[in-house]
C-alpha cells in the first residue's frame, strides 16, 4: 500500500507492507534510527515519536495507519548541527545515561512544554509515564525539564 | 501479521458494506493499543483488519438534556481533555486516566477498551456505574444493548459477524452526585489493574438516595455490585453499615488467582478500596 508522510518536515511516499509497523518504517525505510524499539508491545516508550501533533507508542502503530501524517522524531530536533534548549538541557543536567530512552523522554516533554509551558513536578511524571527509563531514577530528567521551562532555581 | 490487510474507510454505510460481505478472518482497529499488542503475541490471527479510525461519525461526543453520547473512536485523550465529559462523567475521566499511558490514551479509544472485553478494561466498571449502553451499527441495522449485556466473558461480547460499535450513550450526572475510580496495580502508570471500583452515589437529607457499584477485574466479567447499593439505600450511612457492605464484597465477586494477584489480595484489596469510597460518608 502507498503511503505519504511528512517526517521531520520532509515529505516521503513509500510502498510499504501492511502489517510494517510505524517503528520499522521510520527506522528501516526512512533511515532514522534515533527512534528505539525497547518492548515491542506499547510499555516502555522507547519508540515514541509525534504523530499529528500527539505522542504515540510507534510500535504499535501501522505505518499504513500513518498516511498522511506528520511525523516528528528525536533528528528534527536539532537544528542545523545545534541541540535544542530541551536537549541541551538534557545534557546539562545529566538527564542521559546510556541513552536508549532519551529520544522518548525528549518528544514527551517537548509535547508536554508545547502544551503547559510551565508544568508542575506532577505534571512532569504526569506526562512521562509511559516513558521508562532504568538508568536516571528520573530525577535529572526531570530536573532538565523544569529547567527548560524556565522554572530551575540556581 | 504475514498477509494482513488494512481496509480503511472514511465513509461508515461503505464500510459495513464490505464488512457484511467479508468472508476472511477479521479484526476491527481503531488505535491499535490491544489489536497490535495480540497481533503481535500470535494471540489473534486475521487476515485483514477494518480501520475505523477514519470515521467521522464514530468521533463525536453529543451532550444531551440528561444524557452524553461519546463515538466508540474517540480517543481516551480527547475524552479526558472533554470539558462536559469532565463535568457530567467526572468517574469516567478518572478511570479513562489510569489507562495505560498519554502514548497509549493519544491512541485508545473508549470502543476498542469494551470491544476488547477484557474483564480488567479500566473503562468498564465506570461505563456499568453510569448506565451506559452501547449502540451496535452493521449494514442496515442498528442496536443497543446494556453495557452489562454487551460482555460475555473474558474478551467475548455479543457483536455479531458484520457489527461494530457505534457509540455509547452514558448518564449525564447530576450536580448533587458523587463517584470515584480506584484501582489498585503494581505501579502507577502501564499496569493492568488487579481489582478496581467505580463508585457513584447521592446523598440526599442525610439519606443514601441512589448508588451504583461496580468491581473490575475480579471476575470474568465486571460484576455490578446488587447486595451493597440494597443495604444503604433510604438509610443514613454510619460506621457499623459500612463494615456490614465491605462483608459483603467477598460474597459479591469472584475472583480468581492469575499471573497477576490472587484472589486472597483481590478480596481485600476491593473491601479496603470500598471503605476508602464509604469514608467520604462519615
Redesign the interface.
Known sequence: ?KINVKVNGKKYERDVR??M?LLRFIREEIGLTGTKEGC????C?AC?VI?NG????S????A??ADGAVIETIEGEAKNGKMSKLQNSFHEHHAVQCGFCTPGMVL?AKTLLKENPKPSEHEIK??L???FCRCTGYQQIIEAIQDASGQMKK | MKNLQLIKSDNLSELLELLKKEERKYNIIAGGTDVMVLLKEFLIDPQCLYDVSGLSELKEILVDNDSIEIGSAVTMSDIISDSEVSRYAPVLVSALKEVGSPLIRNRATLGGNVGNSSPAGDSIPALFVLNARVNIVSEGNERSVKIEDFILGPRRNVLEKGEIIKSFVIDKMGTDERSFFLKAGSRNALAISKANLAFRFMLKDNLVKSMNLSFGSVGPVVIKSTMIPQLFIGKKPDPGLIDKSCSLVSEEIKPIDDFRSTAKYRVKVLENLLRKCLDEFC
Open positions: 500500500m501492511e502489517n509497523t515491542g508491545v506499547g510499555e516508550g515514541t504523530l500527539k505522542t504515540v507508542n510500535c504499535i502503530v501501522l499504513v495507519e514527551s504526569e506526562a509515564e509511559g516513558n
